[in-house]
Antibody, heavy 114, light 112 residues
Framework: EVQLVESGGGLVQPGGTLRLSCAVS????????MSWVRQAPGKGLEWVSV???????YYADFAKGRFTISRDNSKNTLYLEMNSLRAEDTAMYYC????????WGQGTLVTVSS | DIVMTQSPLSLPVTPGEPASISCRSSQSLLHSNGNNFLDWYLQKSGQSPQLLIYMGSNRASGVPDRFSGSGSGTDFTLRISRVEAEDVGVYYC?????????FGQGTKLEIK
C-alpha cells in the first residue's frame, strides 16, 4: 500500500528553523519526482519545491535561499528544511508524488508566530 | 512563470446535472513529446487533494468515469457528466511543464 506520511511541523518563532519529513512506503522516493505544496489557512494550493529523479531541485521564489528539498533514498524519505521562517509561511505542508500517481500525504501544519 | 486561470471560481450544480470547469494557462502546456502537462485535483473539505486527471485527459486510477478532461495547449476543461453529492469540494488545475509548477485559484463546486 502506498503511503506518504509528513511530520516535523509545529509552532516556531519568526526567524526559526524547521525540518519537515515525508516518510514514503509502497514506492521508492528516488524513482518519482516529489514535491512540497503548501496551503495557508483558508487559501488555495501553493507549490513550494520539487526534486526530480535526477536529483535536480527547484524552488518557488519565496522559498529560494531559505528552503532546501532533499531525499534520503536509504530511508525512503523526502525532506524540506525551512530556515528564516516568516509569519506568511504559516500553512499546511503536503508532500506530493508526481503524476501519474499524484498521491499526497495528509499534511503537517507549520505555524510561525511569536 | 506560467499563470493558471480557472473559471468559474464558484459552481453551484444540481445533482444529476453536468458541470464543467475551465483552466487556461499563460503559456502552452504542450510538450514536444505530445503530452500536455496539466493535472486536475479535487480537494474535499478537511482532506488532502486527490488526483483526478493527469496529462490533460488521462483519468487517474479509481476515478469514476463521469470525470473527463480535455483540451490542449492553453485551454483545458474538466467535465463531470452527472454531478453527485460526493463531488463537492474545490477543484484545482496544476501545470507541471515548467518550474515553478503553478496552480489555478481553485473552483468551489457546491450542490444547489
Amino acid at each position: 500500500e502506498v503511503q506518504l506520511v509528513e511530520s516535523g511541523g509545529g509552532l516556531v518563532q519568526p526567524g526559526g528553523t524547521l525540518r519537515l519529513s515525508c516518510a514514503v512506503s509502497g514506492f521508492s522516493v528516488s524513482s518519482n519526482y516529489m514535491s512540497w505544496v503548501r496551503q495557508a489557512p483558508g487559501k488555495g494550493l501553493e507549490w513550494v519545491s520539487v526534486i526530480f529523479i535526477s536529483g535536480s531541485t527547484y524552488y518557488a521564489d519565496f522559498a529560494k535561499g531559505r528552503f532546501t528539498i532533499s531525499r534520503d533514498n536509504s530511508k525512503n524519505t523526502l525532506y524540506l528544511e525551512m530556515n528564516s521562517l516568516r509569519a506568511e509561511d504559516t500553512a499546511m505542508y503536503y508532500c506530493l508524488r508526481g503524476a501519474p500517481a499524484g498521491q499526497w500525504g495528509q499534511g503537517t501544519l507549520v505555524t510561525v508566530s511569536s | 512563470d506560467i499563470v493558471m486561470t480557472q473559471s468559474p471560481l464558484s459552481l453551484p450544480v444540481t445533482p444529476g446535472e453536468p458541470a464543467s470547469i475551465s483552466c487556461r494557462s499563460s503559456q502552452s502546456l504542450l510538450h514536444s513529446n505530445g503530452n500536455n502537462f496539466l493535472d486536475w485535483y479535487l480537494q474535499k473539505s478537511g482532506q488532502s487533494p486527490q488526483l483526478l486527471i493527469y496529462m490533460g485527459s488521462n483519468r487517474a486510477s479509481g476515478v469514476p468515469d463521469r470525470f473527463s478532461g480535455s483540451g490542449s495547449g492553453t485551454d483545458f476543461t474538466l467535465r463531470i457528466s452527472r454531478v453527485e453529492a460526493e463531488d463537492v469540494g474545490v477543484y484545482y488545475c496544476m501545470q507541471t511543464l515548467q518550474t515553478p509548477h503553478t496552480f489555478g485559484q481553485g473552483t468551489k463546486l457546491e450542490i444547489k
